[in-house]
């Protein structure tokens, strides 16, 4: 199943603010933890986090820093700011209010009768 | 880390897409190093989860995306980094970052030099205000050492050259003290005005750093003189508009800030000169060059202009009406010329064949060499009934020391056009020449004042 453009984008801030909410990480960690919430089907260009992360960073949403790896290399490290925190919870109450929604219309769907199409005005 | 034999192959490829990588300018290094810290992580999981390292690579390559597409990001989140900035002090962290930090540092400490010693006559005496022909002959001298030391220091130049370059200005700085002038003499005047070319090129030779004798480093210098020029207009209109406020805000609290302006006006101008050389050597190869943009801009209107006024001249049959300052405007008209000639040559790829700019540029040189040699006519005529003056004979030298360089230059340019030689000769003869306006320039600073009797 792939997941269209417009969702990916729209769920990558939502998902980069509540892992880092989590623990500070690093760009590849990000990705392997929003593979494993998502079994694996929600798949990202992993090139197109960066600018991601870079535009979080720009809005003071999340802060980065220069560390080191285990094998020595230079690795930027993010984390959350009070600023991130904030968003994260606006953008949360947001998301629940569509999953509510679209909740309401699924079971609506799935009761007897089923669907029943909006007639077409004529 | 470990390192097996497979993964020498695999470095060789993370080096080449990160070099690729690093070519976008959207892209910076830091960028780079964080998405290779990326593709690293991915190609480690594929290679535990049994990947051999080379396929493992291409994998973790296609998940990162197209290098396009991911510069594309980049460029919208970053989009200020299309725009190239002028970097003069990079990050303090790398070692390049200490040599520009140091070198920022002389710079302003030769400006302020500068600035300082155009006030060092001033304690012995000397005021601007009843002094204005002593200042007029040495402005160039309390500047252009202090450039030349510039480049003495940017370029490591060794001690044989550094005291030739020493002779030079204290060779000028006698020429242009020992003479008694009256008050308005025509000959200092000259003198001051032509001093500052004949040390121009003394820069020239700090700035080449032994090779003068080259071609290429003579371009290059020509090249720097132009953006010189345009970095220094620059800088002189934020100067205005400084000078402007600062007296206006003055003004508004009813004090006088004229004359304190006034006294260091002069100062920052020559401090500018420096401050304007170093942002010019930064820039180099950082942001296009500006002068042979405007030469393009221009070439196509003042052909245009000097074709319509041939034109005009001859249907009209009116002569070039003879004033005493007509040498002079003929004489900018050369310059102009050949200055959008010199800045046009500058940037020219000299393996790129022959285009219509080529042919305008001919029509231009043409039709100046044309208009005057009418002006040069008509002033001949009538040279034995003005009689020389200094003026005249300095405007009359450099008209000529001029139409032999265009007129050399029209030829060469011809044989190009016809495609009977290369470009090469069109550019070797401009470096060439370079010397012949610091010569005639020399010879109106130490031999006009002795030939004229200083007045």
């Known amino acids: 199943m792939d997941i269209g453009k417009d969702l990916v984008a729209a769920s990558a801030t939502p998902l980069v603010l509540a892992i880092l909410a989590e623990a500070d990480t690093y760009g590849y960690a990000i990705l392997k933890r929003v593979g494993e919430l998502s079994g694996g089907r929600l798949q990202w260009t992993d090139g197109m986090l960066y600018p991601v992360l870079h535009r979080l960073e720009r809005l003071g949403h999340i802060e980065g820093r220069w560390g080191t790896s285990e094998s020595g290399r230079r690795r930027k490290y993010y984390r959350i700011t009070e600023r991130g925190l904030a968003e994260l919870a606006e953008q949360r109450e947001q998301w629940q209010t569509v999953d509510a929604a679209l909740r309401n219309i699924w079971f609506a769907a799935s009761l007897p009768g089923g669907w029943t199409p909006a007639p077409t005005p004529s | 880390m470990t390192t097996s034999n497979t993964a020498d192959p695999i470095e060789e490829q993370i080096g080449q897409w990160r070099t690729y990588l690093g070519r976008r300018r959207a ?57 190239k900035q002028l970097i003069v002090t990079p990050d303090a962290t790398d070692a390049a970052g200490g040599e520009a930090r140091r070198e920022m540092l002389v710079v302003f400490a030769l400006a302020v030099a500068a600035g300082l010693a155009f006030k060092v006559p001033g304690l012995f005496g000397l005021e601007i205000d009843s002094n204005e022909g002593f200042y007029a002959r040495n402005f160039s001298l309390f500047v252009l050492p202090l450039l030349t030391g510039y ?51 003394v820069v020239g030779v700090a700035y080449a750093a032994g090779r003068w004798r080259d071609s290429v480093a003579r371009m290059n210098f020509v090249r720097f003189s132009g953006e010189l020029f345009i970095y220094y207009v620059l800088i002189a209109l934020g100067g205005g508009v400084l000078v402007g406020l600062t007296m206006g805000m003055f003004e508004a609290i009813g004090i006088d800030a004229e004359r304190v302006v006034e006294d260091w006006l002069p100062s920052c101008a020559l401090g500018a000169v420096i401050v304007g050389s170093w942002l010019v050597e930064a820039k180099q190869s950082v942001i296009e060059n500006m002068a042979p943009v405007l030469t393009r801009l221009f070439t196509p209107f003042f052909t245009a202009t000097l074709l319509i006024f041939l034109a005009t001249m001859a249907w009209s049959g009116r002569g070039i ?43 231009l040189v043409i039709s100046a060499l044309v208009a005057d040699g009418v002006a040069l006519a008509a002033i001949s005529a009538r040279i034995t009934e003005f009689g020389s003056t200094p003026n005249r004979l300095a405007a009359l030298g450099m008209n000529v020391v001029l139409l032999v360089n265009l007129g050399w230059s029209a030829w060469l340019y011809l044989r190009f056009l016809r495609g009977r030689s290369s470009f090469a000769p069109i550019e070797r003869w401009q470096t060439a020449y370079l010397p012949v306006y610091g010569a005639w320039a020399a010879i109106v600073v130490v031999v006009f004042p002795l030939l004229f009797g200083y007045r």
């Open chain 2, 27 to 83: 892209i910076h290094p830091a960028d780079v190093e964080e998405l290779e810290d990326h593709l690293r992580g991915q190609i480690a999981t594929l290679v535990d989860a049994g990947l051999a390292p080379d396929e493992a690579f291409l994998v973790a390559v296609k998940r990162m995306g197209a290098q396009d597409a991911i510069a594309n990001e980049f460029a919208r989140e970053h989009s200020e980094r299309l725009w």
């Open chain 2, 151 to 201: 480049f003495v220091w940017k370029r490591r130049i060794g001690p044989g050259t550094r005291g030739w370059l020493a002779l030079a200005f204290a060779g000028a700085a006698v020429v242009a003290n020992i003479f008694p002038f009256g008050t308005g003499s025509d000959t200092e005047a000259l003198l001051a005005l032509h001093l500052p070319i004949a040390l121009w090129l």
């Open chain 2, 321 to 363: 009406d003879i004033e005493r300052e007509v040498l002079i405007v003929f004489d900018l008209l050369l310059v102009l010329v050949l200055a959008l000639l010199l800045y046009s040559v500058s940037a020219r790829d000299p393996y790129a064949p022959r285009d219509a700019f080529d042919f305008l540029l001919v029509a």
